[in-house]
């Protein structure tokens, strides 16, 4: 009888356990930058940059159809994203710090969607062979965009980017689709903060679903 009651204590006290744990961690003490232009509404809240819709709409390289790709928020609330050009082709240093995770430490970034979008020219994918190196890891996908497509869409994800930011750096994307950061994808530091800066999203998602589930418990 008393192991069932303290399992019925553990059960109530466990929320509130993890709620004082995530309101005293680096959660909250960390913010990441919201990158773009951005507004001050009338109530003084800031209304963010938000990458547009259609951009989301891709093609997918390893479809002889081409078919359409969505990365829809239900599927990919957060992920990562890397415009390679046509011009970029001969230069696999651009991704250098990806390819040192995905061949050494795989298990670090294995958990990550991420996107590679290739130009198109002719109907055919243009995919550097060193890259499809990537094609054995299952959270790499290779998209391509109609050529003529490619840049104004690219530059979309770097609309008002940091003077020293290029247009190849891996963009870090939330669930609000708000571009949260920037890295040189040819550098494993970069990945590196690319992984912790990932994970650090994830956790404020779930303590924001674990605020959530407590609201709905206490208003029934």
């Known amino acids: 009888?008393?192991?069932?009651?303290?399992?019925?204590?553990?059960?109530?006290?466990?929320?509130?356990?993890?709620?004082?744990?995530?309101?005293?961690?680096?959660?909250?003490?960390?913010?990441?930058?919201?990158?773009g232009p951005k507004k001050t509404l009338p109530n003084n809240d800031t209304l963010y940059y938000k990458v547009p819709d259609n951009c989301y709409s891709?093609?997918?390289?390893?479809?002889?159809d081409f078919s359409l790709f969505k990365i829809d928020s239900v599927h990919y609330p957060l992920f990562a994203i890397a415009f390679i050009k046509e011009n970029y082709r001969k230069d696999s240093y651009r991704v250098a710090g990806l390819w040192e995770y995905l061949n050494y430490k795989k298990e670090k970034i294995g958990h990550i969607p991420?996107?590679?979008?290739?130009?198109?020219?002719?109907?055919?994918?243009?995919?550097?062979?060193?890259?499809?190196?990537?094609?054995?890891?299952?959270?790499?996908?290779?998209?391509?965009?109609?050529?003529l497509a490619f840049d104004s869409i690219n530059r979309?994800?770097?609309?008002?980017?940091p003077i020293h930011i290029d247009y190849s750096f891996f963009v870090l994307i939330d669930g609000n689709r708000n571009i949260r950061g920037y890295y040189d994808g040819r550098y494993t530091a970069e990945i590196k903060r690319l992984i912790d800066e990932y994970k650090h999203l994830r956790l404020?998602?779930?303590?924001?679903?674990?605020?959530?589930?407590?609201?709905?418990?206490?208003?029934?």
């Not at 404020?204 to 029934?220: A, R």
């Open 156 to 161: 979309l994800y770097f609309k008002n980017k």
């Open 1 to 35: 009888m008393k192991s069932k009651k303290w399992l019925l204590l553990l059960i109530i006290a466990i929320p509130s356990f993890l709620w004082v744990l995530l309101e005293t961690s680096t959660i909250n003490s960390y913010k990441l930058h919201y990158y």
């Open 114 to 147: 991420i996107f590679l979008i290739t130009e198109t020219k002719n109907n055919v994918a243009v995919i550097q062979k060193d890259l499809e190196k990537f094609s054995d890891n299952h959270n790499v996908n290779f998209l391509t965009l109609e050529h």
């Open 204 to 220: 404020k998602d779930e303590k924001q679903k674990l605020i959530n589930q407590n609201e709905i418990k206490n208003n029934s």
């Open 58 to 64: 891709v093609i997918s390289s390893y479809n002889p």
